[in-house]
């Protein structure tokens, strides 16, 4: 299990190509620090919810030890993107001006392939036990967010994940999910140590480390349309899912493990 530390912060100095294999438009970008990055903006259809999810998934995801890109906040001069010739991107630009959520860009690095490279059980368990746990409906067949790098495999894009957001009612509800999305998940076939991996990540998830995850999440990324609540009242919310959520997670692990068996 690896620490949690505060991100830091880049200035974007050059976009360099969208990437247009997202919905929410990302783009290959270069910062301050001379590297590349693949970058979020909070301009994007879904707002800062889905930088919000990338920043809770990514994290979770690499305090139990996966391999994610390092996550990095990049912030974007209100003049950036004045001289870009595509509309749609000029507007999500200047949609996006201050902090945004950048991954670093893995030079190299190929999509997952299912049929190409095999997945050893347990590392396919535990990235499923993730999933289920942060409700991320997006490591399917059809778009797996994983990258392999150096031989090893690397997860993306975690901006679908906790989609209760999009509404924020009934959260205690989704918190106890079965979750029963889990069936369309690439690896589901793989994980044959869902309960093993249960046991265990349950007790490396303590309070404490969920609270500071959250409390990574930028006050500026919390100031929503149509909500009265406070930035602060908004993480609790957050912090209050997780927990609830992890306190039942032999009900997400179950519903993954009988999926499974379906499928074989």
Known sequence: MRNTTPLRTVNVTRYITPLREGGSLPALAEADDDFKYVLKFRGNGHGAKALIAELIGGEIARMLGLQVPELVFANLDEAFGRTEADEEIQDLLKGSKGLNLALHFLS??????????????????????????????DRTFKNTNMLMWHKELWLIDHGACLYFHHSFTNWETHAKSP??????????PKADMLME????FKQLITVEKIKTIVSLIPDEWLHWEGTDETPEQLREIYFRFLITRLSHSETFTKEAKNAREVLI
């Not at 059980?121 to 409700?135: H, K, Y």
């Not at 979750?179 to 589901?188: S, T």
Request: proline share 5%; no cysteine.
């Open 197 to 200: 991996v249960n046991d265990e």
């Open 108 to 137: 190299g690095a190929i999509n997952f392939d299912p049929v190409v490279t095999k997945v050893a059980p347990r590392l396919a368990s535990e990235i499923v036990w993730l999933d289920a746990f942060i409700t991320n409906v």
């Open 179 to 188: 979750f029963e999305l889990i069936k369309d998940h690439v690896l589901l």
